[in-house]
């Protein structure tokens, strides 16, 4: 069975710092597209940061570009998000997914991913 966990969320201040990290299990971790996406409280689900497959780069939201990086620990199957300069903006529930499908226009999109972890809250106070 897939499966993505995801961990690391919690209160910060404005212009803190997170780590959030994702282990998966269950699929072959090069070969598939995993993404980060969040949705705060009465807006959809938006797009992150994603690594299509390895060897492409890692794509990120203009919203979090230059604040967010995204890496990967391939011996452990785990992705991991460093949030750095962290804002209000950026309170939400932070989801990891993989998606076998999607192909490479669509790796931005929530809906082309499958599989889903469940969530970790991340609250900025300002």
């Known amino acids: 069975d897939v499966q993505l966990q995801a961990s690391g969320g919690g209160l910060v201040q404005t212009g803190g710092s997170l780590r959030l990290s994702c282990a998966t299990s269950?699929?072959?971790?090069?070969?598939?597209?995993i993404g980060w996406f969040r949705q705060a409280p009465g807006k959809e689900r938006e797009f992150v940061a994603a690594?299509?497959?390895?060897?492409?780069?890692?794509v990120y939201a203009d919203s979090v570009k230059d604040r967010f990086t995204m890496s990967t620990d391939n011996a452990k199957k785990t992705v991991h998000l460093q949030m750095n300069g962290l804002l209000p903006d950026d309170t939400a529930v932070y989801y990891c997914?993989?998606?076998?499908?999607?192909?490479?226009?669509?790796?931005?999109?929530?809906?082309?991913?499958?599989?889903w972890g469940q969530g970790t809250l991340v609250t900025v106070s300002s």
């Open positions: 269950g699929f072959a971790f090069d070969d598939y597209a």
């Open positions: 690594k299509f497959r390895s060897g492409y780069n890692i």
């Open positions: 997914a993989m998606s076998s499908t999607v192909i490479f226009s669509e790796r931005t999109n929530p809906r082309s991913y499958q599989h």
